[in-house]
């Protein structure tokens, strides 16, 4: 399978516990973007990586979220002592290069907190 | 900022006619790239037709065309021959150029369609 993996495809998480959302991009694909979707909502961009390097982190939060992309191995979406309203499905995305049209999506992991 | 409307939360068509789902956009950019996406249940967000702002023509793909009016930032999605596998969310999203930092798609809050066989 060519496409960009995410896992897990499900999370269940206690309140205050950390949350890791793992993403591989396609195979040659050195550029990863992460999105949240919202219960009712769309797709909200929270940051873009290059292998290493952090682009553009406009849209995470201040506080809890990290996001790396290292030169080995995926893309990894951390969010530290989650809360309630932290329960949404995370989308990864992965492009070639910053000229590609568009994006290939993961399936999206849905992190629930209870 | 540049944001995305899709005014329709649902809509519904019957099998084998056509829907249009509206979307409207505002930028200050005079090129930029806008997409439809579809969403079925199984959460794949999948790319259904693109339009570059600097071309006139409208972006066709199979039953999928839309409408892209550059001066009213409006850009509709035609579905020809309604299938049931069309049933899915839609979202419609913009774009920076290419290229750079800003490469972040900008997504509307979606359509919900149904198809009635």
């Known amino acids: 399978n060519a496409g960009v993996m995410q896992n897990p495809r499900h999370l269940v998480r206690r309140r205050g516990q950390e949350a890791r959302l793992r993403c591989s991009p396609v195979?040659?694909?050195?550029?990863v973007y992460w999105y949240r979707q919202l219960p009712e909502e769309g797709l909200k961009f929270m940051v873009y990586?290059?292998?290493?390097?952090?682009?553009?982190e406009s849209g995470m939060p201040k506080e809890r979220f990290s996001a790396e992309f290292p030169k080995e191995g995926p893309s990894i979406l951390r969010i530290q002592q989650v809360v309630r309203g932290d329960s949404a499905a995370y989308f990864c995305?992965?492009?070639?290069?910053?000229?590609?049209?568009?994006?290939?999506f993961g399936s999206g992991t849905r992190l629930t907190v209870v | 900022a540049q944001t995305v409307t899709q005014s329709q939360p649902e809509m519904s068509v019957q099998e084998a006619e056509t829907v249009t789902l509206s979307c409207t956009y505002d930028?200050?950019?005079?090129?930029?790239?806008l997409f439809w996406y579809k969403q079925p249940p199984s959460r794949q967000m999948i790319l259904v037709i693109r339009?570059?702002?600097?071309?006139?023509q409208n972006a066709t793909e199979n039953r999928f065309s839309v409408n892209f009016q550059k001066a009213a930032k409006s850009f509709s999605l035609k579905i020809s021959d309604s299938q049931l596998g069309d049933a899915a969310m839609y979202f419609c999203?913009?774009?920076?150029?290419?290229?750079?930092?800003?490469?972040?798609?900008?997504f509307g809050t979606g359509t919900l369609l149904a198809v009635q066989p």
């Open positions: 930028t200050s950019e005079s090129d930029y790239y």
């Open positions: 995305a992965s492009s070639p290069d910053d000229r590609a049209y568009g994006y290939t």
């Open positions: 999203a913009y774009r920076n150029p290419v290229g750079g930092a800003t490469n972040k798609l900008i």
């Open positions: 339009q570059e702002a600097y071309k006139q």
């Open positions: 990586l290059q292998k290493e390097n952090i682009i553009d």
């Open positions: 195979k040659g694909h050195s550029h």
